[in-house]
């Protein structure tokens, strides 16, 4: 069964590599020599290091920076399940990064946009007898927090797969 997966693994990357797919950050690819070229302003924040982070981890730390990365974060936070007893279990953190690109010789606006997307987390309840109780602080706090870490890596993911479907277009 195993030596069939791997045929068929084998097959499938052959046919890629037929039909022109090279790796983004490969000899020709659309992302070659990026790594370590764009220097990312300094966050503000506890989210804004998150985000720094994530970026610096997928575009690699500045060495010889050709551009600048400047993004603004907007957060908000919605409840969304309920209780009879109005207590809310269940939230949803939505973000919006809006971004811009300059070059750094000529501080030229080289690419800019907007990425958006959410995460969600449970408010805890526990209860015996099926008697609702709304979740202690720490783990309402701890569930807020990790889905805070979880959008920023969300947001962060978006925007380098956009600087690099795009870098051809501002790399010239």
Known sequence: MWSSDRR??????????????SPAYGPGGAAEGLRGSIEVDAPSDEDGYRLVRRLEERLGRPAGAQYRLSASLALGEDGLG???????????LSGELTWALRRLSDDVTVSNGL??????YSAPVFGAAGAP?????????????DARERLMVILAD????????????WRR
């Open 8 to 21: 068929t693994l084998l097959l499938g990357l052959a046919a890629l590599a037929g039909c022109g797919f």
């Open 158 to 169: 978006q925007l380098v797969s956009r600087l690099i479907a795009t870098a051809p277009e």
């Open 82 to 92: 309920i209780t009879p007893d109005q207590e809310i279990t269940r939230y949803r």
């Open 115 to 120: 990425v958006r997307n959410f995460t969600e």
């Open 133 to 145: 109780v709304a979740g202690n602080t720490v783990s309402v706090l701890t569930a807020r927090r």
